[in-house]
C-alpha cells in the first residue's frame, strides 16, 4: 500500500473558523510534510515532522498549526486564516528522514478561505 | 539554498511522438538526489522517474528517461511515445543527501500538453 490519504478533499471555512486537516499512512514511513499549493506553482513546503517530532517550520504563520499524533497520522489545524490562504495543501511522506528516499504525495485538501 | 530551474512553462507534443523536459540545477554539493514528479489535473503527485548523482548511468522507467549531466547541472526528461495521460505538470526536484531536514527544492513547473 504506497498510498497517502487526506480528508477533506475540499474545505470552505470563514475568517474566524476553526478547522483541521488531516493526513494518513501506513506504510511505516517516519517522515511526514505539510505543502502549500498555489494553481500551476510548484508545492511550498511548511512542515516537516521527522519520527513525529517537528524539525521544520518554514517561517509559517502561527495560524496554522501542526500535529502529529502518532507516525501514521498528520494534522493541521487551521485558525483564522485569511482569503490569500486559499490553495491546495498536499501532505506527503517518505521512509526514513536520515535516508533519501521519495516522497509520496496524497490527493491534498482544497481549502478556500471566503 | 539550492535552486531549481524549469525554464520552459508550458510544452506541447503529439500523440506518439517525443518530448524532452529541461531542468537545470544549482548546487556546490557532489552527492544528491534528482527527481522528476508529475501532477495531473487530478492534483495528486506522483513520482516519474529518480537518479542518484553517484550513478553515471541515466536512469530509464518504460517511456520515461533522463539525460543526466552532472558537470553541466542538467537533468532533462524525455518521454516518449507520449500518449494522452502524459499531459500533466511536471516538476523537477532536487534533495540532498545530507540529512538537512529532508527538504525537496522544487522548480516551477512544465505544464506539458499532448496533442491527439
Known amino acids: 500500500d504506497t498510498e497517502v490519504t487526506q480528508t477533506p478533499k475540499h474545505l470552505v471555512m470563514g475568517m474566524t473558523n476553526k478547522k483541521s486537516l488531516k493526513c494518513e499512512q501506513h506504510?511505516?514511513?517516519?517522515?511526514m510534510y505539510w505543502y502549500k499549493q498555489k494553481a500551476k506553482k510548484p508545492p511550498e513546503l511548511m512542515f516537516v515532522?521527522?519520527?513525529?517530532?517537528?524539525?521544520i517550520n518554514e517561517s509559517v504563520p502561527s495560524r496554522f498549526s501542526p500535529e502529529c499524533p502518532n507516525s501514521s497520522l498528520l494534522n493541521l489545524h487551521l485558525h483564522a486564516l485569511q482569503p490569500e490562504d486559499s490553495a491546495l495543501y498536499l501532505c506527503a511522506s517518505s521512509q526514513d528522514p536520515a535516508t533519501v528516499y521519495e516522497q509520496y504525495f496524497g490527493p491534498g485538501t482544497r481549502l478556500t478561505v471566503t | 539554498a539550492q535552486t531549481v530551474t524549469q525554464s520552459q512553462p508550458e510544452m506541447s507534443v503529439q500523440e506518439a511522438e517525443t518530448v524532452t523536459l529541461s531542468c537545470t540545477y544549482d548546487?556546490?554539493?557532489?552527492?544528491?538526489?534528482l527527481f522528476w514528479y508529475k501532477q495531473p489535473p487530478s492534483r495528486q503527485m506522483i513520482l516519474v522517474i529518480r537518479?542518484?548523482?553517484?550513478?553515471?548511468q541515466n536512469a530509464t522507467e518504460n517511456r520515461f528517461s533522463v539525460n543526466f549531466q552532472k558537470a553541466a547541472k542538467s537533468f532533462s526528461l524525455k518521454i516518449s511515445d507520449s500518449q494522452l495521460g502524459d499531459a500533466a505538470m511536471y516538476f523537477c526536484?532536487?534533495?540532498?543527501?545530507?540529512?538537512?531536514?529532508?527538504?525537496?527544492?522544487f522548480g516551477t513547473g512544465t505544464s506539458l500538453t499532448v496533442i491527439p
Open positions: 506504510m511505516g514511513h517516519r517522515a
Open positions: 526536484a532536487y534533495r540532498s543527501q545530507l540529512n538537512t531536514g529532508n527538504q525537496f527544492y
Open positions: 548546487t556546490s554539493e557532489s552527492d544528491y538526489y
Open positions: 537518479q542518484e548523482a553517484y550513478k553515471q
Open positions: 515532522y521527522s519520527y513525529e517530532k517537528l524539525s
